[in-house]
């Protein structure tokens, strides 16, 4: 091991035993429990830099923390070197110019504050508390996609410090061939300590519809939600779920509405012509209500684990297994995952394939299968039935968002994320910013050299 000088940080530098050091290991999903031999609070973009040559300095992995979300917990580095980019939390929003400068360990909610006093915002995820870094670089789903593209298709320019040290900027004039890959390649090239977005004029109004049947009952409903969504507006994201009851197993049909309630609201009759619902929910919560409203209080507590898929169709086979979630029958156990659906489509796909490292623009819904427990013993069942679940919509799937790879799916979910002629592109581009492989704790896009 090469011996060096630690270089003097702005921010702190914790090892275990010291204040904040498990605090700051801790990420969103309590089965990660790793230890590095020392965590960087970096404070500014020069403590990113020195972080980086001390871990190469003394050959350490390198684990970056933005919000912490990833349940993978590739932050967390086993006896390596974690830069935590929390303190670099700064949001700056020009209103004339419609831009907000965002540092790369911001939540989406600071975002979301920064920018709706002034009747803006960008597509930005469905959880406040999610790192604005990790979502925007494997692409960034969200409420204000099908109308104005992803997250990482709002970002005008990134600032990167490479595996070298040194501090580049990405855009479509400058190293525009890092700028392709950087949107939806994740965290492969470099450590993103600075986006530009665009942000738009939406408002800051929003309605939420959701229906709840017997899961027994809701093929025919569903089938009818499909069809609604093939229809919809730009402005309407579907969605959909199961999840189990006291009463029994429940199949939720909705939409989420970005603006203007009043021509949302024309879309209910067709909601409730599917089917007779036993129960019904219609909402107008403010935009940050709605950014706000899936979050988890303490969910840190929480072991979780997920199975995903891209859907370009969505058959009655299809949603017969959706609403099974990999069980034998509807009432078939008590640790089956919760699973739901979001529709794409709209700006997303306007956008062409070939324009950025993100795939698989004609996906129609993403899949998820979750869950979440406390109970160290349930590990293995846990993961069995999202497993399960993930794998009886297996024969409908095309791709995968890179976002919601499980940690154990290795290369072979890399190439789930990225077609072929897509992941070759982003071979070539890593040997080119980082021919060693030194960020490699992500889904990994290998150099050609390794």
């Not at 040290?165 to 479509?172: D, L, P, Q």
């Not at 665009?198 to 009818?224: K, M, N, S, Y």
Request: glycine letters at 12%; a neutral charge; aromatic letters at 8%.
């Amino acid at each position: 091991m090469t011996t060096t000088t630690s270089p003097r940080f702005d921010g702190r530098v914790l090892t275990p035993g010291d204040p904040g050091y498990d605090a700051a290991r801790t990420v969103w999903n309590a089965m990660v429990d790793r230890q590095p031999r020392m965590i960087v609070q970096a404070a500014s973009v020069t403590d990113v830099v020195a972080a980086v040559r001390l871990a190469r300095d003394l050959d350490l992995e390198i684990g970056v923390r933005c919000g912490g979300h990833n349940v993978a917990g590739f932050a967390v580095p086993a006896n390596g070197l974690m830069i935590d980019l929390t303190p670099l939390n700064g949001v700056r929003v020009d209103p004339i110019r419609r831009r907000a400068r965002v540092q790369g360990g911001a939540l989406l909610g600071a975002l979301d504050r920064a920018s709706q006093p002034y009747g803006l915002a960008t597509t930005a995820g469905n959880v406040s508390h999610t790192g604005v870094g990790g979502l925007t670089l494997g692409g960034g789903m969200g409420w204000l996609a099908r109308q104005h593209g992803l997250a990482c298709d709002n970002v005008v320019s990134y600032t990167m410090v490479t595996a070298d040290g040194e501090v580049v900027t990405a855009s479509r004039t400058e190293n525009p061939d890092l700028y392709w890959g950087l949107r939806g390649g994740g965290g492969n090239f470099g450590i993103v300590t600075d986006f530009d977005f665009h942000l738009h004029h939406i408002g800051t109004r929003t309605l939420v519809a959701e229906f709840d049947f017997r899961a027994e009952d809701a093929v025919p409903v569903l089938e009818g939600w499909r069809d609604l969504n093939a229809v919809a507006p730009r402005q309407a994201t579907f969605t959909a779920d199961v999840h189990d009851t006291a009463s029994g197993p429940i199949a939720t049909v909705g939409f989420v509405w970005v603006g203007d309630p009043a021509p949302g609201l024309r879309l209910l009759p067709a909601m409730r012509a599917l089917g007779r619902p036993v129960a019904e929910r219609v909402t107008t919560p403010s935009y940050l209500q709605l950014q706000q409203r899936d979050d988890t209080v303490g969910g840190h507590a929480y072991r979780r684990y997920s199975s995903a898929h891209y859907l370009r169709r969505f058959p009655t086979a299809a949603i017969e297994a959706f609403l099974l979630r990999g069980a034998a029958d509807l009432h078939a156990g008590t640790h089956l995952p919760g699973v739901g659906l979001q529709a794409h489509g709209g700006a997303i796909a306007d956008v062409a394939d070939a324009d950025a490292a993100f795939s698989h623009r004609g996906t129609t819904f993403e899949f998820g299968a979750g869950s979440r427990w406390t109970d160290p013993a349930e590990d293995e069942v846990r993961m069995a039935a999202a497993r399960s679940a993930g794998a009886a919509l297996g024969p409908y799937a095309d791709g995968v968002y890179v976002n919601s790879l499980a940690a154990d799916e290795g290369q072979h979910g890399v190439r789930r994320a990225y077609p072929a002629a897509k992941l070759a592109r982003l071979t070539a581009l890593k040997t080119v910013w980082d021919p060693h492989n030194v960020f490699h704790l992500n889904h990994n896009i290998r150099p050609h050299s390794r």
